[in-house]
């Protein structure tokens, strides 16, 4: 499974950018799809991620309310739409992906992992 994930950039703070992340290969059978962050100098940190059914999500406490995950299946897409972004909000964005149904912020149970797009906003 590749996952390939675009729509970072340059944003001032209080502004909206929206990430996409494809999936693509043989036999996918993914299920639950996420996103994780790097901040500079800082340990990698889950964001959020969803079900396959969309019925279930989570969120970071950082960004509820700020950032809202959705998924097109037929596209075998991610989307993370971030609203009202802060100066603490620069990082790689990494898209992940796992086999299985349920909901999971260790990023060791997530399968697979993109390349990381960044995401950099300016005070």
């Known amino acids: 499974v590749q996952l390939q994930a675009s729509g970072g950039g340059l944003v001032q703070a209080g502004g909206s950018l929206r990430l996409s992340c494809a999936a693509s290969?043989?036999?996918?059978?993914?299920?639950?799809m996420g996103w994780f962050r790097q901040p500079p100098g800082k340990e990698r940190e889950f964001v959020s991620a969803i079900i396959r059914s969309g019925g279930n999500t989570a969120y970071a406490d950082s960004v509820k309310g700020r950032f809202t995950i959705s998924r097109d299946n037929a596209k075998n897409t991610v989307y993370l739409q971030m609203s009202n972004l802060k100066p603490e909000d620069t990082a790689v964005y990494y898209c992940?992906?796992?086999?299985?149904?349920?909901?999971?912020?260790?990023?060791?149970?997530?399968?697979?992992w993109g390349q990381g797009t960044l995401v950099t906003v300016s005070s």
């Open positions: 290969g043989p036999s996918l059978k993914i299920d639950a």
């Open positions: 992940v992906s796992k086999n299985t149904p349920w909901l999971s912020r260790d990023p060791q149970l997530y399968d697979y």
